[in-house]
């Protein structure tokens, strides 16, 4: 993968950096929060290992510009905060994961592994086209409509909703959701699948209509069929 590597301590970035390249990333580095804008915005990367704190404006501030221009890039947040708050406004802000610091190399590399291995999500049906009422997906192109209207989704939150569309009407707990999306769920509280839910309804949802992603009190989230 092309990874960028948002990081303002230089030993940090020396560590992480050789231990990407050397699991075979090609991995660019910066140290401050404008310059992390300028490399995605001029390059496409895969991902982006981006610290919370960092000169300038922070991590949160970069994340936030980053899914409002609709950057296809999946964001894996380094913290030292070790508080559930600040992990929260992480995954709403738009970030894929999170992974809070001192961290072994061994786990980031896991974790880097893992959004590379969910990010080709949809490669292992490349022209599979998948509808539920009025929202269509193709998983090819990784591009969501619903009616005419294009849906901007984060990787995650179109892994997350092909989970829904692949089986339109089933129930689906938080624990199976973790299995299927993260693959190690005891790492994942529930909060973090409430999270992803609440901002695939805030995208797909309209005025007035029931929600496409319905609770099932005491079970679980299933899909319904939006006009």
Same mark, same amino acid.
């Given at each position: 993968?092309?990874?960028?590597?948002? /990081?303002? /301590?230089?030993?940090?970035?020396?560590?992480?950096?050789?231990? &990407?390249?050397?699991?075979?990333?090609?991995?660019?580095?910066?140290?401050?929060?404008?310059?992390? =804008?300028?490399?995605?915005?001029?390059?496409?990367?895969? &991902?982006?290992?981006?610290?919370?704190?960092?000169?300038?404006?922070?991590?949160?501030? @970069?994340?936030?510009?980053?899914?409002?221009?609709?950057?296809?890039?999946?964001?894996? =947040?380094? *913290?030292?905060?070790?508080?559930?708050?600040?992990?929260?406004?992480? &995954?709403?802000?738009?970030?894929?994961?999170?992974?809070?610091?001192?961290?072994?190399?061994?786990?980031?590399?896991?974790?880097?592994?893992?959004?590379?291995?969910?990010? *080709?999500?949809?490669?292992?049906?490349?022209?599979?086209?998948?509808?539920?009422?009025?929202?269509?997906?193709?998983?090819?192109?990784?591009?969501?409509?619903?009616?005419?209207?294009?849906?901007? &989704?984060?990787?995650? /939150?179109?892994? @997350?909703? =092909?989970?829904?569309?692949? /089986?339109?009407?089933?129930?689906?707990?938080?624990?199976?959701?973790?299995?299927?999306?993260?693959?190690?769920?005891?790492?994942?509280?529930?909060?973090?699948?409430?999270?992803?839910?609440?901002?695939?309804?805030?995208?797909?949802?309209?005025?007035? *209509?029931?929600?496409?992603?319905?609770?099932?009190?005491?079970?679980?989230?299933? =899909?319904?069929?939006?006009?």
């Amino acid at each position: 993968m092309d990874i960028l590597l948002v /990081e303002d /301590e230089p030993q940090i970035t020396s560590q992480v950096s050789r231990a &990407l390249v050397r699991a075979g990333h090609a991995v660019d580095t910066v140290g401050d929060g404008t310059a992390a =804008m300028e490399q995605v915005t001029a390059k496409r990367f895969d &991902l982006m290992l981006l610290d919370v704190n960092l000169p300038g404006f922070d991590g949160f501030e @970069v994340l936030r510009r980053v899914r409002l221009a609709g950057l296809p890039i999946r964001v894996l =947040m380094l *913290t030292a905060r070790s508080e559930i708050g600040d992990r929260v406004a992480g &995954l709403k802000a738009g970030a894929d994961d999170y992974l809070t610091k001192p961290f072994a190399l061994e786990e980031l590399l896991a974790r880097v592994e893992v959004l590379g291995r969910r990010g *080709t999500v949809g490669a292992e049906v490349p022209d599979a086209v998948l509808h539920v009422g009025s929202i269509c997906m193709d998983a090819g192109k990784r591009r969501v409509t619903r009616g005419e209207e294009k849906i901007e &989704l984060s990787p995650r /939150e179109f892994e @997350v909703l =092909m989970v829904f569309m692949r /089986e339109p009407g089933r129930t689906f707990t938080r624990d199976e959701i973790c299995e299927r999306i993260w693959a190690r769920e005891h790492e994942y509280d529930t909060r973090t699948v409430e999270i992803f839910i609440m901002r695939l309804r805030k995208k797909l949802d309209r005025p007035g *209509t029931e929600s496409v992603i319905g609770t099932v009190r005491g079970v679980g989230y299933v =899909m319904q069929s939006p006009r």
